[in-house]
C-alpha cells in the first residue's frame, strides 16, 4: 500500500512538471509580418508587427480585391496565426477605367493610356481659353468609371462674373449690365449722378478683369440727418443738425453720466456716400451694477441682486472673522470700484497659541490663548529647555502662526 501512494506521488510531481515545461516554453508572441510581405494587398488589424499569444487578428483587402479565407484568427502558443496559405490571399476583382471616358473636348488627360486599373490617378487640364469645372485629378473608381462627370468637365468660354469682381461697385454703373461676361468681352464703367469715377473708364474680361486698380465712385457728402433723431440719450458732438456732412467728416457719440454707450462711438462719412460705423444702432444704457458673486462669505450692506450708477455697499463678516481689504465699493462706469486694489475677504481675528503654552514655551507679548492677526511673537522655553524651531513667528489671517511649525517643541538640555 506505501508503495502505491509513492508511485501515485511521483506520477503527479511528474505531470506538474511536465505542465510548467509547456508553461515556460509557449511563445508569447506571433510575428505578424509575413502576411505583409505574402499578401500586399490585405490589411492587418491590429496593424502591428507581432500579436500576444491569444490575442485576436482580423483580416480585409484593399479596395478593388476580394479577401479569399478566414476573416479572423488568432496568436498561437506554437508562435503562429493558423491560415491555410493555399486558400488565403486577396484576389484582383479586374476593376478597370478606360480612356474613352475622359475624352472629352478641350481637356487633356495625362498619363494617356487605353486601360487604367483600380484606383489609378490622371491629370487633368483645359486647353488656354478654357476653365476646368472639376478637380485637376480624377481616380478610376470601382465603379469601373472614373470620379467626374460624364458631361464636358471645360466651360467653352472664360468668363468673369460681375457680383464677385472688381466692378462690383456701389454707385458703379456697367454698360452691358449683366452678370456673366465672355473671355475678352470689354465693359464700360461710369458713375451714377452725384458721385465722381476714379479709377478706368473699360475693363477686359480675361480670367478676371484686368484692371491695375479697382474702380470707385466717390460722393461729395453723406446724409447724416437720421443720426440726430434716432435718439434723445446720445449726447453728439455738434449742436447742429446737419443734412450733409463732407467726406471725411465724423460725428461723435457720447452719453450722460450715469449711462453707457451701446454700440458705435462715432460715424464717417466715406467716399462711397454711406456712413462708416452702424450708428443707427448705438444707444445710452442706465449704468448698473449686479451683486458681485466672487465675494464668498462677505456680507454686503444694502443687499441685492442690483444696485445704481454711485451707490455704494459696505462689507462686513460673520462671527469672530473680520474684513481684511477694503470695507466698501461703488458702482462706478466700469463696474465696482473697490478702496484699493485687492478684494476683500473675510478672514480669523486671532490665532490660537495655547499650543504652544502646552509645550512649556512662553510668549513675547504675553497673549492669553489667542494673539491678534499681525501680531509679531517671540517663543522661548522655560528654565534649562531647549526650544526645537524657530523663535519668531508672526500672525496670519488664516488663523495660523508663520515661522513656527506645529512640531516645536521645548527638550530638556
Known amino acids: 500500500m506505501g508503495n502505491c501512494i509513492f508511485w501515485i506521488a511521483v506520477s503527479l510531481i511528474f505531470a506538474l512538471s511536465i505542465n510548467n515545461i509547456n508553461q515556460v516554453c509557449a511563445t508569447r508572441f506571433c510575428d505578424t509580418t509575413w502576411i505583409s510581405k505574402t499578401h500586399p494587398n490585405m490589411i492587418v488589424t491590429p496593424s502591428v508587427s507581432k500579436l500576444s499569444y491569444g490575442e485576436e487578428v482580423f483580416f480585409s483587402c484593399k ?73 485637376s485629378s480624377a ?56 458721385y465722381t469715377l476714379q479709377g478706368p473708364s473699360t475693363a477686359t474680361c480675361q480670367q478676371e478683369f484686368n484692371i491695375l486698380s479697382p474702380p470707385s465712385c466717390i460722393a461729395t457728402y453723406c446724409d447724416a440727418s437720421w ?42 462719412c466715406l467716399p462711397s456716400g454711406e456712413l462708416e460705423g452702424d450708428g443707427l444702432l448705438s444707444y445710452c444704457e442706465q449704468i448698473r451694477c449686479s451683486r458681485n458673486t466672487e465675494l464668498g462669505d462677505i456680507i454686503s ?42 478684494m476683500p475677504v473675510c478672514a480669523n481675528r486671532y490665532c490660537d497659541v495655547t499650543w504652544l503654552h502646552r509645550q512649556g514655551m512662553y510668549l513675547t507679548p504675553n497673549v492669553d490663548g489667542k494673539a491678534p492677526v499681525g501680531t509679531r511673537l517671540q517663543a522661548n522655553c522655560l528654565q534649562n529647555k531647549r526650544l526645537r524651531c524657530g523663535k519668531s513667528a508672526v500672525c496670519m489671517p488664516n488663523g495660523r502662526l508663520n515661522g513656527i511649525e506645529h512640531m516645536c517643541f521645548c527638550e530638556g538640555e
Not at 241 to 266: M, Q, T, W, Y
Not at 311 to 320: K, L, S, V
Request: aromatic share 10%; hydrophobic share 25%.
Open 227 to 268: 443720426i440726430y433723431q434716432q435718439s434723445h440719450d446720445i449726447v453728439y458732438s455738434s449742436n447742429s443738425d446737419p443734412s450733409k456732412l463732407k467726406v471725411g467728416e465724423s460725428i461723435n457719440f457720447s452719453c450722460r453720466r450715469g449711462h453707457r454707450l451701446r454700440g458705435a462711438r462715432s460715424v464717417k
Open 301 to 342: 450692506t444694502p443687499d441685492k441682486n442690483f444696485y445704481d450708477f454711485n451707490e455704494t455697499i459696505h462689507f462686513q463678516c460673520a462671527g469672530d472673522k473680520t474684513v481684511y481689504g477694503p470695507t466698501s465699493a461703488r458702482c462706478s462706469e466700469q463696474g465696482w470700484e473697490y478702496e484699493g486694489s485687492s
Open 63 to 135: 479596395p478593388g480585391y476580394l479577401l479569399h479565407g478566414p476573416n479572423r484568427s488568432e496568436c498561437m502558443s506554437n508562435g503562429r496565426i493558423p491560415v491555410n496559405t493555399m486558400t488565403f490571399y486577396c484576389e484582383d476583382l479586374g476593376i478597370h477605367c478606360e480612356h474613352r471616358q475622359l475624352d472629352q473636348p478641350h481637356l487633356t488627360v495625362s498619363p494617356i493610356k487605353d486601360i487604367y486599373r483600380y484606383n489609378e490617378e490622371v491629370s487633368l487640364r483645359c486647353d488656354e481659353g478654357y476653365i476646368l469645372r472639376v478637380p
Open 139 to 194: 481616380r478610376c473608381t470601382e465603379d469601373f468609371v472614373f470620379d467626374i462627370p460624364s458631361t464636358s468637365v471645360c466651360e467653352a468660354e472664360v468668363r468673369c462674373h460681375k457680383s464677385d469682381s472688381k466692378i462690383n461697385v456701389l454707385h458703379l454703373v456697367v454698360t452691358p449690365s449683366k452678370d456673366e461676361y465672355r473671355y475678352n468681352e470689354t465693359v464700360s464703367l461710369e458713375c451714377e449722378e452725384g
